[in-house]
C-alpha cells in the first residue's frame, strides 16, 4: 500500500524538516525546563546526601538553616553527643559570601565544620584536586564552578584564605556553588563585627566575645535506634526543632523549591501548548495547501480513512521528528545554563507521550478540514 | 434491462437555492448511454454540464429522479445506497481539465492509489498500471513525477487513472480544454478507442465542436432538458 504520507514528506522534505526544526527547538525548551527543575531537586539534595546525617537540630521554631535563620551554641554537640542513641554530632554553619573574582562578586554558599570533627561535609567522590581542609585557618575548599584554581588567594572578610582543594557537582539548593571552610573560620566571618563596630560596642560598654555561635548541630545515629523517636525525646527535652534527613529533604523541597518548581511547571504547560497549538496550524495550512488533492481523492472514491491516516501520520512524524530534534537541540545546549540542568530520560519519555496525544488531537483540525471537504471543489462548476 | 446499457436517467431534476434564489439546473431529464459510446455533453457555460456529470458520478445527489449505473439502480428520489464513494471507486472513472494528479506521487503511485483503496493486490495493481503506461506510450515515465511530465503527458496518466478501475463509465470534463488542437483530437480519438475496446461508456464535456465528429453522439443541455442532435 502506498504510503501517502511518507510520499507528502519526502515531495516537501525541506519544508517538513524546517518545521519539525522550529516545533523542536520549542520542545528542546520544554525538555531544558523539566532540566532545571530536575536540577534544582539535586541540588537541593547535594548537600544532604553528602553529609549524610540522620538528625538536623536548629533552633526551637525554625526550620532549620536552609529555609530560615537558624543560632543554636556550638557546645550543643556535647549534650547531642551525650544521647545514648547518637553515634556522632558535629556543629556547622551555613552562610552566602560574595567572594571576589576578576571584576566582579560570585554568590556561593560557604559551610564551616570542624575539621577536626567527626562528620566531613566534603565528599570524597566529589573533591577532585587538591585536599580537604587540615588547618584551622585561612583553608578554603571551593567548587569547580566558581573558576578559582588550586593555591589562588581569596581576600574573605580581612583574611587572605588559600584554595586547598576543589570539588565537582557541589551545589547549593538556589544553585550556588559551594565552598567550604573551618568551622572557627566560619564563625568569625558569620559573627564576628568590623573593628569599628567593635570600638562602638566598647565605648557603649558591650565587651565582643568571641562567636560559639553555630547554624546547626548535625548528628547521626548508632545502629538499631529509631530515628523519629530520637527526634522526639530531643524536641521534648532539648526544646530545639529536629528534622529528619526526610524530613529536611521535604523542607527543601517544598519549602525551598516548591514556588520556583511550581513556576517551571507552569511554564511547561504553557510551552506543550503551544507547542501543540503550533503543531495544529502547521498541520491546518499543510492540509489547506493539500486541499485540491485531497478534494480530487474523495472525488475519484479515495476512502476518508486513507485520506483522515495521512493527515495523522503526518501529524504524528512532524511531532516525533520535532521531538529528535528537541532532543538533540537541549543536549547541546543544557550546560551552557548558569544553573544544574539535569535531563532525565523519564521525562524525555513523559515528554514523548504528551507530544503523541498532543501531535493526535492537533490533528483533529486537519482531519476535519478533510471530512468537510467538497470533492467538486477542484473542478469548475 | 439492457446488457449494454451503462447510464440510464428517467424524470431527473436538480435545482440549487431557495425562494427568489431559486434556479432550476436540469429538469426532467431522461436519456440511456450504452457501453461502448463516447458521448459529448454539450451546452453553453453555466448551463448545468459539470452539474449533470457531478450527479452521474454519484458526487452531487439529484432534487428527484431515478438513475441506474449498469444494471444496479443507485438512485430513485434519494441514493439508494449510502456507500456513494465505494460506487464511484469501483464502477467510475473521471478525467478533469487539468490532469489533477497527486503531485507528491510519481506516476505509477498515481494510478496505483485507486485500486489499492479496492483492495487490489499490489502486484496485480502494478501489472495493470504497466500495461496501460505502455499503452499510453509512457511507460518510461513510471517513475516520474507529474511535475517532470508535459501536459499531453500528464493528461495521458490521467486518463490512465481513469482506467484503472475498469470502469463502466467514464465522466470526462473537458479533458482537452487545456491541450492544443493536435492533442486534443488524439485525447479524443483515444477515448474513442477505449470506450470499443474497453466496453465502457464515456461523457465527455467539450466546448470544441471540432471533437465532435469523433464522437457517437453529441448529448445537448437545452432548456434545461436533455437532447440528443
Known amino acids: 500500500m502506498i504510503h501517502l504520507a511518507k510520499e507528502d514528506i519526502r515531495h516537501t522534505l525541506g519544508k517538513f524538516i524546517v518545521t519539525a526544526m522550529g516545533v523542536g527547538m520549542l520542545l528542546g525548551i520544554v525538555l531544558i525546563m523539566m532540566g532545571v527543575y530536575r536540577g534544582m531537586i539535586a541540588d537541593a539534595e547535594v548537600l544532604l546526601d553528602d553529609l549524610s546525617v540522620d538528625l538536623w537540630i536548629v533552633q526551637d521554631n525554625t526550620l532549620g538553616p536552609f529555609a530560615e535563620a537558624s543560632r543554636v551554641h556550638e557546645d550543643l554537640k556535647y549534650t547531642i553527643k551525650g544521647i545514648n542513641a547518637i553515634d556522632k554530632s558535629e556543629a556547622i554553619t551555613f552562610q552566602n559570601l560574595q567572594l571576589p573574582l576578576a571584576n566582579r562578586k560570585l554568590a556561593v554558599l560557604a559551610i564551616g565544620y570542624d575539621i577536626y570533627g567527626d562528620i566531613n561535609p566534603i565528599s570524597s567522590q566529589r573533591l577532585i584536586q587538591g585536599r580537604v581542609l587540615q588547618n584551622d585557618h585561612y583553608e578554603i575548599v571551593v567548587s569547580d564552578k566558581t573558576l578559582y584554581k588550586l593555591n589562588d588567594k581569596i581576600r574573605l572578610g580581612r583574611n587572605d584564605y588559600t584554595v586547598v582543594g576543589i570539588t565537582h557537582g557541589t551545589v547549593a539548593s538556589g544553585g550556588d556553588p559551594l565552598v567550604y571552610v573551618s568551622l572557627k573560620d566560619a564563625q568569625e566571618l558569620q559573627f564576628t563585627y568590623t573593628n569599628k563596630r567593635i570600638q562602638t560596642d566598647r565605648a557603649r560598654g558591650i565587651l565582643s566575645k568571641d562567636s560559639y555561635l553555630v547554624n546547626a548541630i548535625i548528628a547521626t545515629l548508632k545502629d538499631g535506634y529509631n530515628v523519629d523517636k530520637t527526634a522526639q525525646e530531643i524536641r521534648k527535652w532539648l526544646h530545639k526543632s529536629v528534622y529528619t534527613r526526610a524530613e529536611q529533604k521535604v523542607v527543601l523541597t517544598r519549602n525551598v523549591v516548591e514556588k520556583a518548581s511550581k513556576q517551571i511547571g507552569l511554564f511547561t504547560i504553557i510551552l506543550v501548548g503551544v507547542s501543540t497549538i503550533i503543531i495544529a496550524l502547521i498541520i491546518y495550512t499543510m492540509t489547506l495547501e493539500k486541499m485540491k488533492e485531497i478534494s480530487i481523492m474523495k472525488l475519484i472514491g479515495l476512502p476518508n480513512s486513507i485520506i483522515i491516516k495521512m493527515i495523522v501520520e503526518e501529524t504524528l512524524l512532524l511531532g516525533i521528528f520535532a521531538f529528535i530534534f528537541g532532543n538533540i537541540f537541549s543536549h547541546l545546549i543544557y550546560e551552557k545554563f548558569p544553573k544544574n540542568v539535569l535531563l532525565e530520560i523519564s521525562d524525555a519519555w513523559s515528554l514523548f507521550f504528551i507530544v503523541v496525544i498532543s501531535s493526535i488531537f492537533a490533528s483533529f483540525i486537519g482531519v476535519k478540514k478533510v471530512i468537510n471537504a467538497d470533492p467538486t471543489a477542484a473542478i469548475g462548476g | ?229
Open chain 2, 1 to 229: 434491462m439492457s446488457q449494454t446499457q451503462a447510464i440510464k436517467v428517467e424524470n431527473l431534476n436538480k435545482s440549487f437555492g431557495t425562494g427568489d434564489a431559486f434556479v432550476d439546473v436540469i429538469k426532467d431529464a431522461n436519456f440511456t448511454i450504452n457501453k461502448g459510446e463516447l458521448v459529448a455533453l454539450i451546452a453553453p457555460s453555466g448551463a448545468g454540464k459539470t452539474t449533470l456529470l457531478m450527479m452521474l458520478g454519484c458526487v452531487n445527489e439529484p432534487n428527484s429522479g431515478t438513475m441506474w449505473l449498469g444494471d444496479e439502480k443507485v438512485y430513485e428520489d434519494k441514493w439508494l445506497t449510502k456507500k456513494t464513494r465505494e460506487i464511484r471507486r469501483e464502477k467510475i472513472g473521471f478525467i478533469f481539465q487539468a490532469h489533477y494528479l497527486i503531485p507528491f506521487l510519481n506516476i505509477i503511485d498515481n494510478l496505483t492509489l485507486l485500486p489499492q483503496a479496492n483492495k487490489v493486490k499490489d502486484s496485480d495493481s502494478q501489472k495493470k498500471a504497466r500495461e496501460l503506461l505502455q499503452y499510453f506510450d509512457i511507460l518510461e515515465k513510471e517513475t516520474a513525477m507529474p511535475s517532470q511530465l508535459s501536459g499531453g503527458q500528464n493528461q495521458r496518466v490521467a486518463i490512465a487513472r481513469a482506467l484503472m478501475n475498469d470502469p463502466q463509465i467514464i465522466l470526462a470534463d473537458e479533458p482537452t480544454a487545456a491541450l492544443d488542437m493536435d492533442r486534443s483530437i488524439s485525447v479524443v480519438k483515444m477515448l474513442k478507442k477505449i470506450a470499443q475496446e474497453q466496453n465502457v461508456a464515456i461523457i465527455m464535456v467539450t466546448h470544441d465542436d471540432r471533437m465532435l465528429q469523433y464522437c457517437d453522439r453529441i448529448m445537448k443541455i437545452e432548456n434545461k432538458g436533455i437532447v440528443f442532435q
